[in-house]
Structures are given as structure tokens and as C-alpha cells.
């Protein structure tokens, strides 16, 4: 069965640092998304992505947050300048159609630790 | 207000026991619903989609009240395999992204 991959599982960078989060949705699907759980609380939704641009992306999604879809399988979240508040798991999701039904596939998770 | 409201819980039930969540949801512009699954320090796994009429997989059971924007999960004859945090999710916006909620820990006691 298909499934969205994520690497690194597990990243511990000092504060300041710049990270990049990396994902492999799944072949066919046309819509990704990052979100983040810290630790204890709720998933909350970062930021959604199809044709090459951002769709949408919530207050979390700041100027430190980008997202590229470099090639034809990657999708990447960069965080420019970590600081300890960014410390959480992320997940990154796909979806293929735009029907609002579609369910979205979630990737295993980064567990982020920032130092 | 939350986006998305639930009972954390905790949950605990003897296997065999028929156990109910509840969830609330804010913005009546939501436009599609589920519940997930999550193993601790997992990632989210779909359950099941909700749909107005309710629905049913096996053991498991949605039902949807539009009016009262309130989606419900029955589970029957609980398994000790059901153990896990139970979150509902509600989509909409023009990007269709998710809002959870915090989610309701249930524990299956063998």
C-alpha cells in the first residue's frame, strides 16, 4: 500500500539553527500539508500546498517557514531560525483529488528537538 | 471558542464494553468530517469519514447532527487493539486542511 515517508525520523538542532524537514508524498496525489503536534497537545495545521504554491497556511506559518516542492517527488518545510517553541513532531499529509470528502494520508512524523 | 471540541478522556473500559465519544465543532462552514486513530507518538490514521446519514465499519459506528454541528464514534465489543487517542477532525477552507481535535484517550482493560 502507498504510504507518505518523512526523514530525517528524528532531528535535534541548536537554537538559531536552520532545519529542513523532508517528505515523499504519495506518486499520485495533487495536494500536501505540514502540520505539528507538540508534545501534549493537538495537531494543528501549518500550511497546505498544490500546484507549485502555497493554498494555505495558518498563523503558526510565519516568515521563518517556507515550503518548496523541488522536484517531482519531495516536499519540503524549511524553518529558517529554530527556536525552542519550534520543538514538536511534524507531519506531513497528501491527498489525491480536491474532493472535499478525500481523506489526507499522514507520513510517520520528525520529531524536532530544539536546544 | 475551539475549532474543534472533545472529551480527553481518559477512557477506561473492560474489553467487550461499548464506549462513545463526542466532539463539537465551531465553524459551520465545515464541510467534511472523520475520525482518526493515534498510537502514542504516531502518526494520525483514518478511522472512518462521517457522513450525514451515520455510517458503519464493523464494530465501529459515525453518526453526523449538522444542526447541532456534533459528530459522535460508538465503538462496540472494545478490543485491548482499540487502545489509542481518538481524534476528530473537521475540513474546510480553501486549501481543505484539517483541525483537530485534542483528541479522547481510551484504554481497553483486559
Known amino acids: 500500500e502507498p504510504e507518505v515517508t518523512q526523514t530525517p525520523s528524528h532531528q535535534v538542532t541548536q537554537m538559531g539553527q536552520e532545519v529542513i524537514l523532508r517528505c515523499v508524498p504519495i506518486?499520485?496525489?495533487?495536494?500536501f500539508y505540514w502540520y505539528r503536534q507538540i508534545l501534549g497537545q493537538k495537531v494543528e495545521f501549518l500550511v497546505s500546498?498544490?500546484?507549485?504554491?502555497?493554498?494555505?497556511k495558518s498563523e503558526i506559518f510565519d516568515d521563518q517557514f517556507s515550503v518548496e516542492r523541488p522536484d517531482g517527488s519531495n516536499f519540503t518545510l524549511k524553518i529558517r531560525s529554530t527556536k525552542l517553541e519550534d520543538s514538536a513532531m511534524y507531519f506531513c499529509?497528501?491527498?489525491?483529488?480536491?474532493?472535499?470528502?478525500?481523506?489526507?494520508?499522514f507520513g510517520p512524523g520528525t520529531r524536532l528537538l530544539v536546544l | 471558542r475551539k475549532e474543534v471540541e472533545q472529551d480527553p478522556g481518559p477512557f477506561n473500559v473492560p474489553e467487550g464494553a461499548t464506549v462513545a465519544f463526542n466532539c463539537t465543532y465551531s465553524n459551520s462552514a465545515s464541510q467534511s468530517f472523520f475520525w482518526y486513530r493515534q498510537d502514542c507518538r504516531k502518526e494520525p490514521k483514518l478511522l472512518m469519514s462521517?457522513?450525514?446519514s451515520g455510517n458503519e465499519d464493523g464494530r465501529f459506528t459515525a453518526q453526523l447532527n449538522r444542526a447541532s454541528q456534533y459528530i459522535s464514534l460508538l465503538i462496540r465489543d472494545s478490543k485491548l487493539s482499540d487502545s489509542a487517542t481518538y481524534l476528530c477532525v473537521v475540513n474546510r477552507g480553501t486549501g481543505n486542511q484539517f483541525y483537530f481535535g485534542t483528541g479522547t484517550s481510551l484504554t481497553v482493560i483486559p
Open positions: 500546498f498544490y500546484n507549485n504554491e502555497i493554498s494555505e
Open positions: 506518486s499520485n496525489h495533487l495536494y
Open positions: 499529509a497528501s491527498k489525491a483529488f480536491r474532493a472535499i470528502q478525500e481523506t489526507q494520508y
Open positions: 462521517v457522513y450525514s
